[in-house]
């Protein structure tokens, strides 16, 4: 019998090449390590175009990551709610600091605290006048200064330009605050960043109510510096604001 050869065109084989290369890239959005192979003739070298992948397939990588991985997916958003709920006090860490009036000394005055384990805080005020600050929060969350359980949140109250985010944006790190304007001016308005000291079990159950967006009205007195002392009256360390508010809360209020 007579042998018979079979000719191709290049242009039947670059097809073939590229439906090949097509149907191995669209299950390949994740986790796929195929080697896509070419089958063109060793004669006729690929194009460049036909490695080439599309797009939009690019854009949809990602996508088809989550999709093929659904407990990434779920780690991606619990992830984020865990941020979310930590910056705006939503959820309270297992480690949080938490006073204790319910085993606490205070003095009539609270000028000295002193917790079962005989550590001692003693707290000197600025004055004896009541202060209030009024305005909107644009922050709020727990402190958890282990060594001043005293301390319980960081609140930014606002007012005028300092309370609109289209004329002045603001943040809070490490018990500091920021602001930032693109005003040729200073903003008017005030900012404030209050270091809660809850006078009561109960002003401390109110703090913790207070939420990002909400209008306050919290008054107190305002401290100058907080010592701490060991229990053999060593001192250990000091508290003291550098232009914030260290405020002993005697009333909380949420406005409507």
């Not at 402190?143 to 930014?156: C, G, K, Q, T, V």
């Not at 809660?196 to 990002?212: A, G």
């Not at 401290?223 to 002392?229: H, M, Q, T």
């Amino acid at each position: 019998m007579g042998s018979h050869a079979l000719v191709f065109s290049a242009d039947q084989l670059q097809f073939r090449n590229e439906h090949h290369l097509q149907r191995l890239i669209i299950p390949g959005f994740c986790y796929n390590s195929t080697v896509m192979e070419n089958k063109s003739s060793s004669a006729l070298p690929p194009s460049a175009d036909s490695h080439k992948t599309p797009t939009h397939q690019l854009l949809l990588l990602p996508l088809g990551c989550l999709i093929r991985s659904p407990l990434l997916f779920i780690g991606i958003i619990l992830v984020g709610y865990l941020l979310w709920g930590f910056s705006t006090g939503e959820i309270t860490l297992l480690w949080t600091t938490v006073p204790e009036f319910d085993t606490w000394k205070i003095d009539s005055a609270f000028t000295s605290v002193e917790d079962t384990n005989g550590e001692t805080w003693k707290i000197r005020y600025e004055s004896k006048n009541n202060t209030v600050f009024e305005g909107l929060v644009r922050h709020t969350s727990p402190i958890n200064e282990r060594a001043f359980p005293l301390l319980s949140h960081d609140i930014l109250v606002t007012t005028g330009d300092f309370a609109d985010p289209a004329k002045v944006r603001t943040s809070v790190s490490n018990h500091r605050f920021y602001w930032y304007s693109d005003q040729s001016n200073r903003p008017k308005g005030t900012i404030n960043l209050l270091h809660t000291v809850p006078s009561t079990e109960e002003i401390y159950t109110q703090l913790t109510q207070i939420r990002k967006g909400d209008t306050v009205r919290i008054q107190g007195i305002e401290i100058l510096e907080i010592s701490r002392y060991d229990q053999q009256g060593d001192f250990r360390g000091s508290w003291a604001d550098a232009g914030c508010n260290t405020l002993l809360v005697t009333s909380v209020e949420i406005l409507p």
